[in-house]
Structures are given as structure tokens and as C-alpha cells.
């Protein structure tokens, strides 16, 4: 698997969202592969005005604690900011930097989420049936993780899947792992 590092500013995504935990995955209790049909039936980038809607982002944010804690799953798309702000609860400059909170404003049934700026590690997949490379791609990277002396922040991982040439039979996927 390719890897390269790379600091992304802050962005907003608005999607539909589970909370779950990687054991739960695991296991007949999965939420993850529902969600997926819940996001593609909700047509998120057809409701709202989103920032270059051919990207697809599975983030994974507010973390319990670490990769063996509950965490939230948002699959959807980046929209502007100033968008998310209005009407919300949540005031200009209120997260603080490195802390990722998900509003609890549901706009149209969907959840927005603010992913801080912060330095990433990148994992590129291989080519592959989607499911298959995205669940090798997490194994490698959890016991990258065990060995490696860099160090995630649990802010907010990401999966970015582009839309434009998007073949689940066959498909490479960039995952986005926030580190110090």
C-alpha cells in the first residue's frame, strides 16, 4: 500500500451517519454497509450545495477513545462552511483546533460534521472490489499503527472515493488517517 503525507484545511461534510464501533462491524450488527444504501437512496449531493460533489468522504469521527472505541461514521459530502453555520447552535471560531464535534443540527435528515485542519497520512488501496481493499486497507493500517512511531490524533479519519470513475468491482481508494 502507497502512503504519503499531506496537511488538509478544515472543511464541513453533510452526509447521513451511524454510530458503531469496529467490533459491531465485525459482526451480524454492522451498520456500515446500510448506511452506504441509506446515502446512495438520500441522494445527499443532489439536496444540498456541496463543494465538488464527484468526492464521496466516509469520515470517522468522534472517537471514544481510540480504534477499539465507538466512533461516528458520516458518508457524504464537503459543503461550504458558511453554509453549516447558518441556522446552527455552533458559533464562528467555538471548535476549538484539533477537536472535531458533529452538530447536532440535522438539516433535510442529513448530519453535518467539522473536520480540523491537521496533518494526515495517506493510504492509497490497491485496485480492487471496494469492500475488499477498503477492509484489507483498515487492517494494515491498524497494525501500521501498532509499530509505526507516528501517532493519530482520533480528530477524524477519512475515506475519499471519486464518483466520476467509480466502478465498486474495481476501484482504488485514498484513506486519510489525522496525525500528530
Excluded: C
Excluded at 464562528?92 to 467539522?114: D, P
Excluded at 493510504?123 to 480492487?128: L, R
Excluded at 471519486?162 to 482504488?172: I, K, V
Amino acid at each position: 500500500m502507497n502512503t504519503y503525507f499531506v496537511e488538509k484545511a478544515k472543511m464541513t461534510l453533510a452526509g447521513v451517519s451511524i454510530r458503531t464501533t469496529n467490533e459491531a462491524e465485525m459482526g451480524p450488527d454492522g451498520g456500515l454497509s446500510q448506511l452506504w444504501e441509506t446515502y446512495f437512496q438520500s441522494n445527499v449531493a443532489g439536496q444540498i450545495a456541496t463543494v465538488n460533489p464527484e468526492y464521496i468522504y466516509a469520515l470517522y469521527t468522534d472517537y471514544e477513545s481510540d480504534a477499539s472505541g465507538a466512533y461516528t461514521v458520516v458518508i457524504g459530502h464537503e459543503v461550504a462552511e458558511e453554509r453549516h453555520l447558518e441556522g446552527s447552535q455552533l458559533e464562528e471560531g467555538e471548535l476549538e483546533e484539533n477537536e472535531i464535534e458533529e452538530s447536532q443540527l440535522v438539516e433535510n435528515q442529513f448530519s453535518y460534521a467539522a473536520v480540523p485542519e491537521s496533518k494526515y497520512m495517506v493510504f492509497t488501496t490497491k485496485k480492487g472490489p471496494v469492500f475488499e481493499v477498503v477492509a484489507q486497507a483498515w487492517g494494515e493500517i491498524w497494525a501500521y499503527f501498532k509499530e509505526s512511531g507516528e501517532v493519530r490524533t482520533y480528530t477524524g479519519d477519512f475515506e475519499i472515493y471519486d464518483s466520476r470513475n467509480f466502478d465498486p468491482a474495481d476501484t482504488q481508494v485514498e484513506i486519510y488517517i489525522a496525525i500528530e
